[in-house]
């Protein structure tokens, strides 16, 4: 781990916020452009869920190997990898005109897009202090919330100028741009230059660890949270509140300032806690445990006559999930060693991903078809609660990092 004085670690961070945002980019632009596309090819909330179904698919097996992958290829060498592969099967959603057609090119989208997170917590881990590393991921994670604030305006001011299927191109191509950003100014700490590739990581090893089943439920039970939140909020607007292209393109953005600023809080609570002498243990869980009791009061949201409230209640359960996010992340770190937290990402990733193709994708567009929206938002405002049970009985370390012995 380095962490030295110099400003390079908050160059690697202001890097790592860029790629996030520009990845998020590309997962919104499909919900965003969804009331547009509709009007030439027919998608009912079954056929959209199962769109989505397969980028979470992908993304969830991706995320299987690219923590492996990028644990031996090294941050650098993988992360680029995986921008370049991205933005190309982002671009190529422009060229379709079925249903069929979006899911394959989401597929294929979702596998490169899993490289986004171990990649940047596996960097993150190598430069920054234990007591930094949440309110680094926040940071860095906060581009998944500011690229729906500056994103949701700019797709539909695309979209009104080019039209729909060119603003999949130029989002495409943005990460283009990204990536040779990446490659130029990104280096590996000296001491892990040549460490990356010289030990094969063995998951059995890992998935022995009470940590990793732990980490791994709370992430299958809260990360489909923030993708019902991120896919369904902007048809929802549309078709239950009324909402054209222009108004999801202000609500939408309101709803990720808040997600922003509560997720900046949940990252830097935890280090404000250590200052003061809690263990790092005590002060991670707490701030989960605050974040998490936020996620049933939003409920609400739901049965809200104003859409005002609404908005302002799904950006509170957003941002409870951005702080919760960023310390779960961050446990992956204060875990595992630098050898291992790439693997480790990947497979709590993987959880993640599972819960995502079931409970933001497949169940909710069945739900949404034949009961509406009430029984999806209840089952998003209990999640958190219940990982917070499994996360406190089964993740306890004590600020000692488990080492890769094999």
Same mark, same amino acid.
Not at 7 to 34: E, H, M, Q
Not at 51 to 63: D, E, H, M, N, P
Not at 280 to 290: P, S
């Given at each position: ?36 596309? !509709? ?6 909330? =079954?056929?959209?869920g199962? =769109?989505?179904?397969? *980028? ?14 990028i ?19 982002s ?11 979006l ?22 881990? !190598?430069?920054?202090?234990? !007591?930094?590393?949440? *309110?680094?991921?926040?940071l ?44 130029? *100014? &990104? ?20 998935l ?38 222009r ?26 806690l250590?200052?003061?002498g809690?263990?790092? !243990? ?9 974040s ?6 939003t ?88 990982? &917070? ?7 306890? &370390? ?5 080492? &890769?012995?094999?």
């Open positions: 781990m380095t962490d030295s004085k110099s400003k390079y670690p908050w160059v690697v961070l202001c890097l790592l916020f860029a790629g996030t945002t520009v990845n998020y980019l590309d997962r919104i632009v499909l919900s965003v452009l969804l009331p547009e596309i !509709e009007k030439e090819i027919p998608i009912s909330p =079954i056929v959209y199962l =769109i989505l179904g397969s *980028f979470q698919i992908t993304y969830t097996v991706g995320l299987l190997g690219v923590g492996y992958v644990d031996r290829l090294g941050t650098k060498r993988g992360y680029l990898i995986s921008i370049i592969s991205w933005s190309i099967s671009a190529f959603h422009g060229l379709c005109s079925s249903g069929l057609c899911a394959v090119w989401r597929a294929v989208f979702g596998m490169s897009a899993s490289g986004n997170f171990p990649s940047a917590i596996k960097s993150v881990s !190598e430069w920054f202090k234990v !007591e930094k590393r949440a *309110f680094a991921t926040a860095f994670n906060s581009g998944s919330s500011i690229s729906s604030i500056i994103g949701a305006p700019l797709i539909v001011a695309s979209m009104v100028a080019f039209g729909w299927r060119s603003t999949f191109v130029v989002v495409g191509l943005s990460g283009l741009l990204l990536a040779g950003i990446w490659q130029l *100014f &990104y280096k590996q700490p000296d001491k892990l230059q040549t460490k990356d590739a010289e030990r094969q990581i063995q998951w059995s090893y890992l022995k660890k009470k940590q990793t089943v732990g980490i791994m439920i709370g992430k299958f039970l809260t990360d489909p949270v923030w993708w019902f939140y991120l896919y369904w909020m902007p048809t929802y607007l549309n078709t239950q509140r009324n909402f054209d292209l108004g999801i393109a202000l609500a939408i953005p309101l709803i990720y300032i808040i997600a922003t600023l509560m997720g900046f809080i949940g990252g830097w609570y935890p280090g404000f250590m200052k003061r809690w263990s790092v !243990e005590k002060a991670r869980k707490t701030t989960m445990l605050l998490a009791a936020l996620l049933p009061v409920v609400y949201a739901v049965f809200a006559t104003d859409p005002w409230i609404t908005i302002l209640l799904v950006g509170i359960a957003c941002g409870a999930h951005n702080s919760w996010s960023a310390n779960i992340f961050t446990m992956c770190s204060d875990c595992f060693d630098s050898e291992t937290v790439g693997s480790v990402t990947g497979i709590a990733g993987f959880a993640g991903g599972l819960g995502g193709v079931l409970l933001s994708a497949l169940i909710p567009g069945i739900v949404v078809q034949y009961f509406g929206y009430v029984p999806v938002f209840i089952l998003m405002g209990v999640l958190h609660p219940v990982a &917070y049970l499994f996360l406190r009985h089964l993740v306890s &370390y004590n600020g000692q990092r488990i080492e &890769y012995h094999v």
